[in-house]
């Protein structure tokens, strides 16, 4: 198990460890600095029962042993905390932005050579239920190429079909492309409304 610990735990880091971190079954959150550290305390007390709690990040880095930090503080302290847990060389895993003027930029650039390969920058939007769709929807073939034979296991009630070539240079440059996405594009999309058993298919097209 890999000791995790947060520095600011507001609402944005309490979404990372639930919905990201403890979900692996694989990280102990076992410390979280944070000015109001007292009001943190009491209100994850109950489901973070072994976590120590610290009033500032240089307490906790001097107290724990870690494998890995979550700063989730404020865009403007990014940084600071970005250059002291390099101090320490523990994995970093450091929100967007990761400063927020040239001057901040420039301090980063100096800790590189030890934490570039330490440090992952977070999107944690690529856990949230609307990209595990599309993620979902990839891995099932529902994005791909018109031109090619339509396939996904995912059920199908309606089709709109708008895939063409829109630009009028496009048509002059490439006759032969237009017309092969409009028919065979066509028959494609047909075709997997007959497998599917549609209700109904839309087809948008201003030519």
């Known amino acids: 198990m890999l000791n995790i610990a947060f520095i600011g735990f507001g609402t944005r880091s ?7 971190l403890k979900p692996t079954g694989e990280c102990n959150l076992v410390a979280i600095a944070d000015p109001n550290w007292k009001a943190v305390k009491h209100t994850h007390s109950s489901d973070l029962p072994d976590c120590h709690y610290y009033a500032t990040a240089e307490e906790m880095l001097e107290s724990e ?32 932005p990761v400063s927020i003027d040239e001057e901040q930029l420039e301090e980063l650039e100096r800790i590189l ?34 031109a090619q034979p339509i396939q996904t296991e995912m059920p199908v009630d309606y089709i709109i079909h708008g895939a063409s070539a829109t630009s009028s240079r496009y048509f ?24 599917k058993l549609v209700k109904k298919v839309i087809y948008l097209s201003s030519l």
């Open 14 to 20: 309490t979404y990372l460890w639930e919905k990201m």
């Open 172 to 195: 002059v440059e490439k006759p032969v492309e237009t017309i092969v996405t409009a028919l065979k594009g066509t028959h494609n999309v047909l075709e997997f409304a007959r497998q």
């Open 65 to 96: 042993k870690l494998d890995g930090v979550v700063i989730g503080t404020g865009c403007n302290l990014h940084t600071k905390y970005a250059c002291l847990v390099a101090k320490y060389n523990i994995p970093l895993f450091l929100e967007k």
């Open 113 to 146: 050579p030890t934490m570039n390969d330490k440090t992952v920058v977070s999107f944690p939007l690529r856990f949230t239920s609307l990209i595990a769709k599309v993620k979902e929807m990839l891995d099932g073939g529902c994005i791909g190429d018109i």
